[in-house]
């Protein structure tokens, strides 16, 4: 485990795709308070519709938000910011149960697999095509090589 948790910069490259490509791409929260957001006044019950996938491009929030850049996540300064606008996993007190051990498998899978393989991508990110569904999945990637290290 202390294993785990000193691989920071995977732990932000990590972050950053989930950043770009959440697994949930919209969820919804019932308001229990009144919300005042600028001119607008929102009523308690009314339910929310939040998008992470929108959230994440946010540009006050992710200068060049379209662009992989893991450091980020590394910033001590963005932990502020990203508090409540990195939500790939929900928040609250309805997040997902399983994050720590959904980042924990990340981990462990991507460490594995970079010890043992090369790898090399045949395409761009363009060639990435996602349709969100109730779970964010993946209609097409770039082709990918392996190469036994």
Known sequence: ??????????????????????????????????????NYIIPPKTTIVIYPYILHRTEEIYPNPEEFIPERFLNEDNKSKFLFGYLPFSAGPRNCVGQKFAMHQM?????????????????????????????????SLPKIKFYKI
């Open 1 to 38: 485990m202390d294993d785990l948790n000193s691989m920071k910069y995977l732990e932000a490259i990590v972050k950053e795709t989930l950043r770009l490509y959440p697994s949930v791409p919209v969820f919804t929260r019932q308001l229990e308070t009144t919300l005042n957001i600028k």
């Open 107 to 139: 981990k462990i899978l991507i460490s594995t697999i970079l010890r043992k393989l090369k790898i090399e991508t045949l395409g761009k990110k363009e060639d990435i095509l996602i349709s969100a569904q109730v779970i964010t999945r993946i209609e």
